[in-house]
């Protein structure tokens, strides 16, 4: 089936050839505009029998999509590891509402909090569940051989510091890879009003109504522990009652 995502142009049976404006995957509803008209038109793809420019349906998968895309990033940084690409790592928080996670790319030496960020290699899933591409000329719903292909023209110098090894690392995600997905992934930030550290990996669901991790404990990733054994807790009494402190703390992007 073909990606919809905005500037797809479709046929409606009633409205003629438009072009898709926005899309939300979440609910099914895009907004899109025919002609000459100056408003868009909002359209559920579930019963508006919305079409293809070649005449293709569209057809609304009804089971919950994933609200971010760090299980899609997870499973190329997999391959690109077995490819040689060792130095590439995932850093994934909770946004400060905690409504949403963030996820950051970032290659070369294996420094938690002190990433390297270029264009494109970092985003949040509330982006993504309106446009759900990557930014990096990824096309929505492309596998993962369509995300390798499309980083390595988008900034080949940024991949090529990937190359490299970093066999504690690999051997670390390619576990967490086989334990999680395609229905979870995992965060590195936890509110410290709550306590220290987690003694394991905190572990989210990649979509609604998928039940609770109960699979083995996972450990943290090498080297993680030892940045915080420094850190004072911070102490409830002071700490503001809205806001989610995340370790390590970044602005915000």
């Not at 142009?9 to 002609?35: E, K, P, Q």
């Amino acid at each position: 089936m073909k990606a919809v995502a905005p500037g797809t142009v479709i046929f409606h049976r009633y409205r003629g050839y438009g072009v898709i404006t926005s899309v939300n995957l979440m609910t099914g509803w895009i907004s899109a505009r025919f002609g000459g008209e100056g408003r868009t038109l909002d359209l559920n793809l579930s019963c508006d029998q919305v079409q293809h420019a070649d005449g293709m349906p569209i057809y609304f998968r009804r089971s919950a999509p994933d609200r971010m895309p760090h299980g899609r990033i997870m499973a190329m940084m997999r391959e690109l590891h077995k490819a040689g690409y060792q130095r590439l790592y995932l850093y994934s928080w909770p946004k400060a509402s905690g409504m949403h996670w963030r996820w950051h790319l970032f290659t070369g030496p294996r420094h938690w909090m002190q990433r390297a960020w270029r264009e494109g290699w970092y985003g949040s899933g509330a982006d993504y569940n309106l446009n759900p591409v990557l930014g990096w000329g990824d096309t929505p719903g492309a596998d993962t051989h369509g995300l390798i292909s499309a980083l390595a023209k988008f900034d080949p110098t940024g991949l090529a510091n990937a190359l490299g090894r970093d066999e504690d690392h690999t051997r670390w995600f390619a576990d967490v890879c086989d334990a999680l997905l395609p229905d979870y992934t995992y965060s590195l930030g936890w509110d410290q009003r709550e306590g220290h550290q987690p003694q394991q990996l905190p572990i989210i669901p990649l979509r609604a109504n998928v039940k609770p991790y109960l699979g083995l404990p996972l450990s943290l990733p090498p080297g993680w522990g030892r940045l915080w054994s420094s850190v004072p807790r911070i102490s409830v009494n002071n700490a503001p009652k809205t806001d989610r402190v995340d370790a390590p703390s970044d602005a915000d992007r």
